[in-house]
T-cell receptor, first 112, second 113 residues
Framework: GEDVEQSLFLSVREGDSSVINCTYT??????LYWYKQEPGAGLQLLTY?????DMKQDQRLTVLLNKKDKHLSLRIADTQTGDSAIYFC????????????FGSGTRLLVRP | DTEVTQTPKHLVMGMTNKKSLKCEQH?????MYWYKQKAKKPPELMFV???????INESVPSRFSPECPNSSLLNLHLHALQPEDSALYLC????????????FGPGTRLTVT
């Protein structure tokens, strides 16, 4: 089946690194995504990783994928107050190329 | 330009009203989506249009009626809604349904009274 799980809340101090974790169950997932949602706003595609990759780095963002454990993480270096938002991981399977399956979202709070 | 626009930003309607939500993109994308997001929950897919044809309806009640008048526009017509339909309605688009990057609009916050 398809199920994506995330921890609900993370609080970090400004300037520290944040690590947001996600587990998924569909081993056929081809792409895995991280979206950011600020209060009252839509979803912003932050980054994604193809299932044959272990790591992807994009400026302050590092995505790690452990296919064996079906574990995805997003590391934000030098976290800023503007990074405070809800972060959703999502997967898309090879059999449902249109349907994003989202996790429950992790609320990141960055303290000054 | 990766912008998807939605109007209105906020909408309050009664249960007997008829209203429409609008979505527009000028990225040349041929797949467009409607999602519903309740408070503190992830988005849930409602409809998918591919090349202006409805390809997926995720068992959405008929009081929600989508329409795709052309490749840039997507509407969601609302009629006889219930208070539990109050939510953030998000539109998204991608190059095609097989293309994986979906870009979201800011959403319409709908309140049904």
């Amino acid at each position: 089946g398809e199920d994506v799980e995330q921890s609900l809340f993370l609080s970090v101090r400004e300037g520290d690194s944040s690590v947001i974790n996600c587990t998924y169950t569909d081993s056929s997932s081809t792409y895995l995504y991280w979206y950011k949602q600020e209060p009252g706003a839509g979803l912003q595609l932050l980054t994604y990783i193809f299932s044959n990759m272990d790591m992807k780095q994009d400026q302050r963002l590092t995505v790690l994928l452990n296919k064996k454990d079906k574990h995805l993480s997003l590391r934000i270096a030098d976290t800023q107050t503007g990074d405070s938002a809800i972060y959703f991981c999502a997967e898309i399977g090879k059999d449902s190329s249109y349907k994003l399956i989202f996790g429950s979202g992790t609320r990141l709070l960055v303290r000054p | 330009d990766t912008e998807v626009t939605q109007t209105p930003k906020h909408l309050v309607m009664g249960m007997t009203n008829k209203k429409s939500l609008k979505c527009e993109q000028h990225m040349g994308h041929r797949a467009m989506y409607w999602y519903k997001q309740k408070a503190k929950k992830p988005p849930e897919l409602m409809f998918v249009y591919s090349y202006e044809k409805l390809s997926i309806n995720e068992s959405v009640p008929s009081r929600f009626s989508p329409e795709c008048p052309n490749s840039s526009l997507l509407n969601l017509h609302l009629h006889a809604l219930q208070p539990e339909d109050s939510a953030l309605y998000l539109c998204a688009s991608s190059q095609a349904t097989g293309a994986h990057e979906q870009y979201f609009g800011p959403g319409t916050r709908l309140t049904v009274t």
